[in-house]
Nanobody, 121 residues
């Protein structure tokens, strides 16, 4: 199983890029999907989570500006980022708990490679 993130880059403050993360490989089911970020010199932090049922939760720092969504048919999670600020500059990582086959009794934790978002003021 692999997670491939895309959509990062250099964005001006106030911009509205969308990150995507597609899961591929042997996938029976996907539980919660999450976006994390790690800014230079800081610890990785949870940005947003979406459950298999579509419930969402956000870090206070992005609430009202970012929207997480998923397309279960495409095994893809998105992060729509609006009203970007320079402090949103970070490497963004997607994460998903995936059960590869029905034979697996539990899901496993998978990470994407990270995509850098740089917000210029």
């Amino acid at each position: 199983v692999q997670l491939q993130a895309s959509g990062g880059g250099l964005v001006q403050a106030g911009g509205f890029p969308r990150l995507s993360c597609a899961a591929s490989g042997s996938i029976f089911s996907i539980d919660a999907m999450r976006w994390y970020r790690q800014a230079p010199g800081k610890q990785r932090e949870l940005v947003a989570v979406i459950t298999s049922g579509g419930s969402t939760n956000y870090a206070d720092s992005v609430k009202g500006r970012f929207t997480i969504s998923r397309d279960n048919a495409k095994n893809t999670v998105y992060l729509q980022m609006n009203s970007l600020k320079p402090e949103d500059t970070a490497v963004y990582y997607c994460n998903a708990w995936i059960k590869p086959t029905p034979a697996h009794s539990s899901a496993y934790d998978y990470w994407g490679q990270g995509t850098l978002v740089t917000v210029s003021s």
